[in-house]
């Protein structure tokens, strides 16, 4: 038995950022850089996980939350790579195994390429395994320096030597380390470079002059080492993952009509046969049914959608659920805790919040209804709304089955209006309507002849 062990350093501040966010906390087609390496690591079925954290501490911590087998240790000062797997020595001192170290800004990582570094570090037996790739452009990374094709050293770009810098084969700057010599090896790096830094790749020397083991491991795709360290490269990583999303899509039976402007967080699913408009974003766990349409503007937040739902243009919908067959929008807003039942509508300018709306149920047109249970079958007219908030507490309304609520009715929670009953249009309803009822809540309207006419009379006279 050879337990893993991840170490993810993500102690840094990212100053090209430019951000008052942690780095590792921007986010990558939804998700956060930390939680892309997270999953990655975890296919690893890791002993324990440990994040190095360090620039805005608590931020990150209250980020990763309580998960199981995660730790965080504290770097402060940030004193380089070396020193910050240090900080890593009191979760790790009395285990054994291999420690499988990642950065926090390297969010393309696939589980493929770390099983592959676990494997071949094990079968050579190595004190230190490391990925490299070949590239054309290596300006800024570690270059890989070998001797009779063996690995001897990683030199820094800042430190290297002219003949050095031509070198193509760079450090990905990720590790699998043998747990038993790391941290009595650690403390043997020393500064002395252009950082004044205590740099990780040191200790491929370290290494070679015991005489141990170190070997590497080469991606085939080096997009799969990319860091982050600015917006630039945050946004064309993001493209990339985009696109990477559309493709399985769209390989799986979804149509994206302009897939350039199509944005789909890598955890949503979408089912065959449905239809993607341009500008549509799918964010977070949105899950959306087969046969579907989704128009042009539409924004969708960690919701389900059925099979053969037509969203259209400009609808944003956040946190709810829509049944089989209904039809939303345009200018729809569904808030969070909706829930829309089949064949249902909800049409231009309707906004729900925490509300039900019955299988059948129609709200046609500009109207509220927050903290609402709609009944199967029943219209909401147009311009109705409930006042659900009365300066302090929320209030419920319940509208039963097969109901009819008249035109730019005002209903005063809490308050229910029966089965079958009907409010006149106009009404303001204040208490509540028994089934099979007709109420009318408005003042009777008088009509006063010539009135235009006497009124402009004394005008005249003045004159």
């Known amino acids: 038995m ?3 062990h991840i170490v993810i350093l993500a102690a840094g501040k990212g100053t090209r950022m430019q951000s008052v966010a942690p780095k590792v906390l921007h986010r990558v087609s939804g998700v956060a850089l930390v939680d892309r390496v997270l999953q990655a690591a975890l296919t690893l079925n890791p002993e324990t996980t440990t994040v190095v954290i360090g620039h805005e501490a608590d931020k990150v911590r209250r980020h990763l939350g309580d998960r199981p087998g995660l730790f965080t240790v504290v770097q402060e000062p940030q004193l380089g790579t070396g020193h910050a797997l240090l900080q890593a020595e009191p979760i790790l001192k009395d285990r054994s195994g291999t420690v499988v170290l990642l950065s926090g800004d390297v969010p393309l990582l696939t589980p493929a390429t770390l099983q ?9 037996a190595a004190a230190a395994t490391v990925v490299t790739a070949v590239v054309p452009r290596p300006f800024g990374y570690g270059r890989v320096v070998r001797v009779d094709g063996e690995i001897a050293r990683i030199v820094e770009e800042r430190d290297a030597a002219p ?6 084969e760079i450090n990905s700057g990720i590790y699998a380390f043998d747990l038993a010599p790391l941290f009595e090896a650690l403390r043997g790096i020393g500064a002395a470079n252009a950082q004044a830094e205590y740099y990780l790749p040191d200790l491929v020397g370290i290494y070679r002059r015991q005489g ?4 590497t491991w080469r991606v085939t795709n080096a997009d799969e080492i990319r860091g982050i360290n600015s917006r630039s490269e945050l946004a064309e990583v993001s493209g990339m993952v985009r696109q990477a999303k559309n493709e399985e899509l769209m390989a799986a039976g979804v149509t994206l009509i302009d897939p350039a402007t199509t944005y789909v967080d890598s955890g949503v699913q979408v089912g065959p046969d449905t239809v993607i408009h341009p500008c549509v974003h799918l964010e977070g766990s949105t899950r959306i049914g087969g046969a579907c349409e989704i128009h042009s503007g539409t924004r969708i937040v960690n919701s389900t959608v059925g099979d053969r739902v037509t969203l259209l243009n400009h ?21 969070p805790g909706s829930v829309v039942g089949s064949g249902a509508r909800v049409g231009n300018f309707v906004e729900l919040k925490n509300t039900s709306l019955g299988d059948g149920a129609k709200a046609n047109h500009l109207a509220y209804l ?8 029943s219209n909401i007219g147009a311009g109705t709304i409930t006042c659900n908030y009365d300066g302090a507490r929320k209030h419920r309304t319940v509208i039963g089955t097969g109901a009819f609520v008249g035109s730019n009715s005002t209903l005063v929670a809490p308050v229910t209006i029966g089965d079958r009953a009907y409010v006149a249009a106009g009404s303001a309803v204040t ?33």
Do not use: M, Y
């Open 2 to 4: 050879n337990p893993i």
């Open 116 to 124: 592959a570094l676990v494997r071949t570090h094990r079968e050579a």
């Open 163 to 168: 003949p050095e810098r031509e070198i193509r």
């Open 212 to 215: 141990r083991a170190v070997t």
């Open 315 to 335: 609808s944003v919908v956040v946190e709810s659920t829509i049944a089989a067959g209904s039809s939303i929008g345009p200018f729809a807003h569904l808030r």
């Open 370 to 377: 927050g903290d609402t249970i709609v009944g199967e079958r």
């Open 431 to 463: 208490q509540d309507v028994p089934a099979d009822a007709l109420a009318i809540g408005r003042a009777r309207q008088e009509i006063k002849a010539d009135w235009v006419t006497r009124r402009a009379q004394p005008a005249r006279s003045e004159k």
